[in-house]
């Protein structure tokens, strides 16, 4: 194993790193020594004032010759005296005599790792693990001792031998001593981060600085643009190093991979990978479950079970075989939710894709000697002490004294699917229409055009390939937009190169793939429109026997007529949107005031429409209380937006909140109609 260590990329990136960072200090010194040389001559130009004659202005004028090269000296050498502590106020610290299971696992692998111990080891309820420390400037060239963080809901979510090879590739970034130019670049990187973007305290400093009389603000005013001059030519250098950090980076990972193959296997992290980004959906589905009841103080018993209920759940959905109680995740299930094809950014990527990973694992071909199956949530001694205790953190959100009411896990998965059916068009589609319109085309019209068409079901017609070519299709459409975007002269941009289906493109070239991806719509477009004629043509056949033919054209009129009305309402907010974008612009003061008699037609418009909105029972019914609230608190009320020459943010809060009420109060409005208009098509098809 120890060739895949020191891989010929690793080594290359590794030399290529240290000669941006050669490139990187050589350059600032260049910098340092100019601005030590301005320092001194400033020194010497305010030695010469006071010489001339001692009075105020010459006082004040040394002074300020003199603090120009004492700022611009500071500026470069601020970043020294920097500290970089890590947030652990989520986190929560364990000993060896807590959990020794634990303990014993993370010693094993750091003695097979051959690295050191972590300083401190803590928990958080984070479906990852890290490595971190606090780090300075000079942490560069003294020893640290590293800490290691793990998310109890990432070992609830793998098995022990998973969980090893995951702590054992943490390990892996700092079991070799090359390892340590990554550490260099970092903290190269940080140095420039510093100079370019930490300033607020250097800002408040030189502020205060100019604040004391207009001689220092003069000085400061020449000192700051010198200092702008620096921060550009920082800028171009921190381009250059993290490109080569970025790409040291994705050969870091790939390295420390190799490491924990050989400590744990290729497979066992190969099956964590893929299963990751799933559980952590399971995760955030899960907390969203819960935020949506926040106002009902409704909290979990344990949060992990829960999310190992949702996990359970999306396994089903997607038809993943349990292996171990884990959903079993292949190569494929990554292209049921295709990607965009245009990428300016993989040259920036710290990480390498996935499936990236899995085939160089695969490649390394280590087979482990053990395999533990069991869960890694097993190897705490205190398990659902320790679910239980950050399930309650999860939930700091809330008021302290406010009531709560625990859900116990049954209780949970019933409320939990009732409402993903509640949100959910019916299942029959596949989710087909989550992501596309339903027809609305003339129904005579696509019953004529389908008559070639093959009577197929809605299995088919509504297939996994039919659904990710629909996906790939809405991608394909922003690709399209961003396209246009960068070969229209109007727009100034400075992207140079750009991937497109894994193709590197000059941006001249964005002409030639835009003709190409034009005529891959069209190809899609008329695709997707035989689907859709498809799946009318089996609905309306299966209503036809059962002597609904007549039902099925009112409720596809209905259909057509909800859709003509969300259409124009989405159109009427865009365009108030448009109307009041001058708010957040500079803008004089009399076109303030006739921006705001313009929109005053649109308001009137939007306030009929919610006051329409609130005649309908069933509609108010499937209204939040906020939105119900923000609504009320608008509709009927005449506010005045500017006044005196000045903003009234109060007013303006109510407006912007009540359209903002009304825009998602009637995008889940449209969407239950759509989806009662689905479901009748399925009763009277009987499917």
């Given amino acids: 194993m120890e060739n895949l260590y020191n891989s010929p990329n690793l080594k290359k990136q590794t030399y290529q790193a240290l000669a941006a960072i050669a490139f990187f200090i050589l350059s600032y010194l260049v910098l340092l020594a100019s601005a030590l040389l301005l320092a001194l001559l400033c020194g010497y130009g305010a030695f010469f004032l006071f010489s001339l004659r001692l009075s105020y202005i010459t006082v004040m004028l040394g002074i300020g010759v003199f603090s120009i090269g004492i700022l611009i000296l500071y500026f470069l050498l601020k970043f020294m005296f920097k500290t970089s502590k890590t947030d652990i106020s989520n986190l929560i610290e364990i000993s060896k005599e807590e959990e020794p299971k634990l303990f014993a696992l993370i010693e094993e692998i750091a003695d097979e790792v051959q690295t050191q111990k972590p300083k401190h080891v803590y928990l958080s309820n984070e479906i990852n693990a890290y490595v971190f420390y606090d780090s300075s400037f000079w942490s560069m060239f003294l020893p640290i001792r590293k800490n290691l963080a793990i998310g109890v809901g990432l070992m609830n979510v793998v098995t022990q031998q998973e969980f090893k090879a995951i702590i054992a590739h943490e390990f892996g970034h700092f079991s070799q001593k090359s390892m340590k130019v990554g550490s260099y670049v970092y903290n190269v990187n940080k140095v420039i981060h510093n100079l370019l973007f930490d300033n607020d305290s250097y800002n408040s400093a030189i502020a205060s600085w100019a604040n004391l009389n207009s001689y220092f603000a003069f000085f400061t005013s020449i000192a700051i643009k010198i200092v702008e001059g620096i921060q550009f030519v920082l800028m171009r250098l921190y381009e250059i190093v993290n490109l080569k950090f970025y790409a040291l980076s994705r050969e870091m990972e790939f390295h420390a991979d190799a490491v924990a193959a050989s400590i744990a296997g290729s497979q066992p992290l190969i099956d964590s990978l893929r299963r990751l980004p799933l559980a952590d959906n399971a995760f955030s589905e899960t907390m969203n479950f819960y935020h949506s009841k926040a106002k009902d103080g409704i909290v979990a018993e344990n949060i992990f079970t829960n999310q190992q209920n949702v996990l359970e759940e999306l396994a089903k959905e997607y038809k993943l075989p349990?292996?171990?109680?884990?959903?079993?995740?292949?190569?494929?299930?990554?292209?049921?939710?295709?990607?965009?094809?245009?990428?300016?950014?993989?040259?920036?990527?710290?990480?390498?894709?996935?499936?990236?990973?899995?085939?160089?694992?695969?490649?390394?071909?280590?087979?482990?000697?053990?395999?533990?199956?069991?869960?890694?949530?097993?190897?705490?001694?205190?398990?659902?002490?320790?679910?239980?205790?950050?399930?309650?953190?999860?939930?700091?959100?809330?008021?302290?004294?406010?009531?709560?009411?625990?859900?116990?896990?049954?209780?949970?998965?019933?409320?939990?699917?009732?409402?993903?059916?509640?949100n959910n068009l019916p299942a029959q589609f596949n989710g087909y229409y989550d992501f596309h319109p339903f027809p609305s085309a003339d129904l005579k019209a696509i019953l004529l055009d389908s008559e070639n068409l093959p009577l197929k079901d809605l299995t088919y017609w509504c297939s996994q390939e039919n659904k990710?070519?629909?996906?790939?299709?809405n991608n394909t459409l922003r690709d399209k937009a961003t396209l246009e975007w960068i070969v229209n002269p109007a727009n100034k941009t400075s992207i140079k190169t750009f991937d497109y289906a894994g193709q590197r493109y000059k941006v001249e070239d964005a002409v030639v793939v835009l003709v190409f991806v034009t005529q891959h719509l069209e190809k899609v477009e008329k695709q997707l429109g035989e689907i859709d004629k498809g799946i009318i043509k089996f609905l309306f056949q299966r209503a036809k026997e059962n002597q609904h033919s007549s039902a099925f054209e009112k409720y596809y009129e209905e259909h057509q007529k909800g859709l003509e009305l969300f259409t124009s309402t989405d159109e009427l907010v865009q365009t108030v949107y448009k109307k009041l974008e001058f708010i957040s612009e500079q803008t004089a003061f009399e076109t303030i005031v006739h921006n705001f008699k313009i929109f005053k037609p649109e308001e009137l418009l939007i306030k009929e429409k919610m006051n329409q909105l609130f005649k309908d029972e069933k509609q108010v019914s499937l209204l939040s209380e906020d939105q119900h609230k923000a609504m009320l608190n608008y509709k009927d009320r005449e506010l005045v937006y500017f006044e005196d020459n000045a903003y009234d943010q109060v007013a303006l809060d109510i407006m912007f909140d009540a359209i903002q009420a009304y825009q998602s109060a009637f995008n889940y409005i449209w969407f239950d109609n759509r989806k009662n208009i689905l479901s009748n098509f399925l009763a009277l098809a009987k499917y």
Avoid at 468 to 473: I, R, V
């Fill in 322 to 422: 349990l292996t171990n109680k884990l959903p079993f995740v292949d190569e494929h299930f990554e292209n049921r939710f295709p990607k965009s094809r245009l990428e300016f950014n993989k040259q920036w990527m710290s990480h390498p894709e996935t499936e990236e990973r899995a085939q160089r694992l695969l490649s390394y071909n280590q087979i482990s000697k053990s395999t533990i199956n069991s869960k890694a949530i097993e190897l705490l001694q205190h398990q659902v002490e320790t679910q239980k205790l950050f399930s309650s953190k999860s939930f700091s959100y809330l008021e302290e004294n406010s009531v709560k009411t625990e859900l116990k896990e049954n209780e949970f998965l019933s409320m939990y699917l009732e409402d993903k059916n509640k």
């Fill in 468 to 473: 990710s070519n629909l996906m790939d299709y």
